[in-house]
């Protein structure tokens, strides 16, 4: 079945404690992409990869890393978690330069106390 | 840069009532266009979407959105709405060769009462 798995779907850390959640999809795309959805924000990109070794910030970088050493995954990172990035994350990959169906997957809420 | 307003925030219907969810993107140059629905508690599925031709694309589950070059919209609509059709609805947009980046709304969450 072509997905995109997260890992965790919850979490729950305290402020300063780095963590990564895993973004792993199964449909050899090469573009892979993390969201941050907010109440009255919708979802606002925080990295991208056109693929392997090739990263860019969107348009919420800040107190995030990313890195994509294979093809497919693209692990999340935050080294130093504050409550302002007590949020939902999601995971998106697709295949076709601005055309394609992105393909989210489940979520992960993430609160930092 | 590219932006989305979906000016509804939450819509209220009753069943078999009929749906128009509006949205404007601004931007002068080609786009293709997204909606997405986030059912409760699940993750973001494409319902459809157009990159050119009829402006007038189906999607899934009864769902349709008419492309309006001159007003800058691509309203999602659909004729008689169930209650399973509760959900937050998300338009969204990416440029024609930018780096795939959907820009979305803010959403309209639509409640409907059986």
């Known amino acids: 079945e072509a997905q995109v798995t997260q890992n965790p779907r919850y979490l729950i850390t305290v402020t300063g404690k780095k963590l990564t959640v895993t973004c792993s999809q199964n449909?050899?795309?090469?573009?892979m992409s993390w969201y941050r959805q907010d109440p009255g924000l919708g979802l606002r990109q925080i990295y991208y990869?056109?693929?392997?070794?090739?990263?860019d910030k969107g348009d919420v970088p800040e107190g995030y890393k990313v890195s994509r050493k294979e093809k497919r995954n693209f692990p999340l990172i935050l080294e130093s978690p504050s409550p302002n990035q007590t949020s939902l994350y999601f995971c998106?990959?697709?295949?076709?330069?601005?055309?394609?169906?992105?393909?989210f997957g489940p979520g992960t809420r993430l609160t930092v106390l | 840069a590219q932006s989305v307003s979906q000016h509804n925030h939450h819509v209220i219907l009753s069943e078999a009532a009929s749906l128009e969810l509006g949205c404007n993107y601004s931007?002068?140059?080609?786009?293709?266009l997204f909606w997405y629905v986030q059912y409760p508690g699940q993750h973001l599925q494409l319902l459809l979407k157009?990159?050119?031709?009829?402006?007038l694309v189906k999607g899934i589950k009864g769902f349709e959105a008419e492309f309006i070059k001159s007003k800058f919209s691509f309203n999602l609509r659909k004729p008689s709405v169930q209650w399973s059709d509760t959900a937050e609805y998300f338009c969204?947009?990416?440029?024609?060769?930018?780096?795939?980046?959907?820009?979305f709304g803010t959403g309209t969450r639509l409640t409907i009462i059986p």
């Open positions: 157009y990159f050119s031709g009829d402006p």
């Open positions: 969204a947009v990416t440029l024609n060769f930018g780096n795939e980046k959907l820009t």
């Open positions: 998106a990959s697709s295949s076709d330069r601005g055309r394609g169906e992105q393909f």
């Open positions: 931007y002068g140059g080609t786009v293709n």
């Open positions: 990869s056109m693929n392997v070794e090739v990263t």
């Open positions: 449909m050899n795309h090469e573009y």
